[in-house]
């Protein structure tokens, strides 16, 4: 068996059914001979966004696939890899590699070495006899422990290799660990003996699918629930306990709760420090339930640390609670409390929420399309920036999973390829990105590829002819040079690209153009709606 056609049948066997990629990488024809289908880009960094969501979307039940050729397509994909690294996404990454007797010698880009750093492990194929064993070494690293791109690198010079028959692979093993017993019960004591306690829960609660616990615990110690953006949507934004999401943009709740706090649960995080996420008051007692031991007291102190996966941990917790507290606490005071805090912050927003202004404030265009949407059966996703912020407080997740959110690493572009992954690895769901016209310039070509690909997405754009977050700190270069000036038809850009696009300009208009673009989706076609929006750059923040 040809080396390329043995790791095209190892994928089948390990349930992969589509490879995303850019030629040339030979594997994109032994993968479509055995019908697992290719999906062509037109930038390598949106096939890593693709195949990210593809991991996202089924909780890494269905690990998604990135090929590229080597050189330049390497170098291109770099950002790619990051990013899945920088939020512990499981993806394996298939680039091709300089023939053996050139990978070492400079200055040709030789993946596994420069790609190291970002890759929970990078090996090349040197051997043909080799490859299920560098492939089950893939693929056990992909499906256990945290989550993080793994690469395997395939010398130019190897593809006519014979790999020996009959193939010897079996699918990989998937295990679960849980923590101490100890620690369980030292962590059950401190949070039956809490006053306020508050729950955070990371992306780590989606990989495990440990919604039910959280819910539950959540309901035992009527707790209130905040969550990171790779967390939001982990606990229902519409439950009585629900504080909501934090990155940059913050609900009032979510501040409040977390400073008045006497315990911190922190499930399924990392507690990273980055300006995209919540941050931790100084002071608090923390308990860090995460599943990768490096992530404790790396930026946060904890008193208590509890390491696994995310549903065993909250399965354990359980028990020794219920053991402590017999029954669900009251949550009506905490209810009440919280809604207090929403209705007072959301009173303040209102001004730009439900603004009737033109140009159209994007707050008010977010707010119409959570209203015009089936909310449950959507998933969507910010970009980079202003759509991040204005989208994340505001947005009520209601259904695991239906919001991907992001934000440790946070490169233009990305949603645009999470949304169409998103969209193949669940058909059936309105998928949305919501960008800037910043992002669109990153990677606004790949909309020819949810077109050609047949991939039905429905992209929201906000676009205000500037980079106005950055007005502030750039007065000088846009009065003296327009520096923060961008511009472009992006709806002219759609339709030429074959899909559908239309630019809104009135607050009469928004509701029944989403209507329409979600009509189109369900024709089969992306479409794409331009909102020309003002250059808002007011964002939660308490």
Not at 22 to 42: F, G, S
Not at 231 to 241: A, I, M, T, Y
Not at 475 to 503: C, H, L, N, Q, W
Request: with cysteine; proline share 6%.
């Amino acid at each position: 068996m040809k080396l390329g056609a043995a790791i095209a049948e190892i994928m089948k066997r390990e349930g992969i059914e589509i490879l995303t990629g850019y030629p040339v990488n030979h594997l994109i024809e032994h993968a479509a001979a055995i019908d697992i289908r290719p999906i062509m880009v037109r930038q390598e960094r949106i096939g890593l966004h693709m195949a990210d969501a593809i991991s996202r979307v089924t909780s890494g039940r269905t690990i998604g696939a990135f090929c590229m050729q080597h050189g330049p397509g390497s170098e291109n994909a770099y950002g790619g890899v990051a990013q899945c690294y920088g939020e512990s996404i499981p993806v394996l990454v298939l680039p091709m590699g300089y023939a053996r007797r050139l990978a070492h010698v400079d200055p040709n880009f030789n993946s596994s070495i420069q790609m190291r750093g970002i890759t929970k492990s990078a090996e090349p194929i040197t051997s043909a006899a080799e490859v299920p064993n560098i492939l089950r070494r893939a693929f056990t690293r992909l499906r256990n422990g945290r989550g993080g791109p793994v690469l395997v690198e395939i010398p130019t010079d190897m593809w006519n290799e014979e790999v020996p028959e009959p193939l010897n692979y079996t699918p990989v093993i998937a295990t679960r660990y849980g923590p101490d017993p100890a620690d369980v019960a030292r962590a059950a004591e401190a949070l039956a003996a809490a006053k306020r306690p508050v729950i955070y829960a990371g992306t780590g609660v989606h990989w495990a699918r440990a919604w039910p616990q959280l819910r539950r615990l959540a309901e035992l110690l009527a707790a209130p629930v905040t969550t990171s953006l790779g967390g939001k949507s982990s606990f229902p934004e519409d439950h009585p306990l629900a504080l909501g999401s934090g990155g940059l943009a913050i609900p009032k709740p979510v501040r409040h709760f977390l400073d008045n706090a006497d315990l911190i649960l922190g499930i399924g995080c990392s507690f990273t420090e980055t300006n995209f996420g919540v941050k931790m008051p100084a002071g608090k007692k923390i308990i860090h339930a995460t599943l990768d031991p490096d992530h404790l007291n790396k930026d946060v102190a904890c008193d208590i640390g509890l390491v696994g996966d995310a549903a065993l941990t909250l399965d354990a917790l359980i028990v020794e609670l219920e053991g402590r507290v017999k029954e669900a606490r009251d949550a009506g005071p905490v209810a009440k409390e919280i809604q207090e805090h929403r209705a007072e912050w959301l009173a303040a927003w209102a001004a730009k929420t439900d603004s009737d202004a033109e140009p159209l404030n994007p707050y008010r265009v977010l707010r119409d399309l959570w209203r015009t949407v089936d909310v449950d059966n959507t998933i969507i996703t910010h970009d980079a920036g202003s759509p991040r912020d204005q989208l994340s407080p505001f947005w009520v997740a209601r259904t695991p999973l239906s919001y991907l959110g992001w934000g440790k690493t946070t490169q233009l572009g990305y949603g645009l390829g999470l949304t169409m992954g998103a969209k193949l690895a669940a058909p059936d769901k309105l998928c949305i990105n919501v960008w800037g016209d910043a992002a669109i310039g990153f990677t606004g070509m790949d909309f020819e590829t949810a077109v050609r690909e047949r991939i039905p997405i429905l992209s929201i754009l906000l676009n205000n002819f500037s980079m106005a977050i950055e007005l502030k700190v750039m007065p000088v270069s846009t009065e003296k040079y327009r520096s923060t000036d961008i511009s472009g038809d992006y709806a002219a850009m759609a339709r030429a690209f074959g899909g559908y696009g239309e630019r809104v300009t009135k607050v009469a208009d928004i509701v029944p153009a989403i209507r329409r673009g979600i009509e189109q989706t369900r024709n089969g076609t992306p479409a794409l709606l331009e909102f020309i929006t003002s250059k808002e750059t007011a964002v939660s923040r308490l």
